[in-house]
């Protein structure tokens, strides 16, 4: 069965990195765009960013781009983000989830997501 | 402020049919395909919606999707207990970035 499983998440003090993985198994990973959408504790969700199946194409948010970096692994079926630059409002449930498509946030499959608290 | 603007609530008695819409703009709905996404507080979001009104293998039939223009639309038909959650809007927006409505909390009384 297709599971997603996050990891990384933690507390971080305003101005350091994190970085968060995502560990895929019972698809074929490399086949499929993967995203990473958050949700701050009790608000909606925000897309963050994609990557395409092979790691040629990358598009972020207007609120992360410049400071996070999606990219993938996929001998190790891992996806990462590196986050840099922690803002207090980058704090979030982070998950991540396939796509068939690049283009689309027709995502079928959700990990259970990992909480990065970024607080002084 | 979400790009795709949904109603904060909605609510229906068991058995009524309820629709959530989601308006938005010619750079993603009106050029893109609309989905739907489930979520019960404490879980992950599920697809419920995709391309417009296609379901998943295994959500009912009881839900259903449409798109005109550059809104779109959730119907839930025969309200159920269990489809008391939030409800979000999504689609890829043509400056190269995804976006989701700010979510509708479905209340069954």
């Known amino acids: 069965q297709v599971q997603l499983v996050e990891s990384g998440g933690g507390v971080v003090q305003p101005g350091r990195s994190l970085r968060l993985s995502c560990a895929a198994s019972?698809?074929?990973?490399?086949?499929?765009?993967m995203h990473w959408v958050r949700q701050a504790p009790g608000k909606g969700l925000e897309w963050v960013a994609v990557?395409?199946?092979?790691?040629?194409?990358?598009f972020y948010a207007d609120s992360v781009r410049g400071r996070f970096t999606i990219s993938r692994d996929n001998s190790k079926k891992t996806l990462y983000i590196q986050m840099n630059s922690l803002r207090v409002e980058d704090t979030a449930f982070y998950y991540c989830a396939r796509d068939g498509t690049l283009r689309g946030l027709k995502a079928d499959y959700w990990g259970q997501g990992t909480l990065a608290t970024v607080s002084s | 402020q979400s790009v795709l603007t949904q109603p904060p609530s909605a609510s229906g008695t068991p058995g009524q049919r309820v629709t959530i819409s989601c308006s938005g703009s010619?750079?993603?709905?009106?050029?893109?395909?609309v989905s739907w996404y489930q979520q019960v507080p404490g879980t992950a979001p599920k697809l419920l919606i995709y391309n417009n009104n296609q379901r998943p293998s295994g959500v009912p039939d009881r839900f259903s999707g449409s798109k005109s223009g550059t809104s779109a639309s959730l119907a839930i038909s025969g309200l159920q207990s269990e489809d008391e959650a939030h409800y979000y809007c999504a689609a890829w927006d043509d400056s190269l970035n995804g976006v989701f409505g700010g979510g509708t909390k479905l209340t069954v009384l």
């Open positions: 010619s750079s993603n709905i009106g050029s893109n395909s």
């Open positions: 019972g698809f074929t990973f490399s086949s499929y765009a």
């Open positions: 990557i395409a199946y092979d790691g040629s194409n990358k």
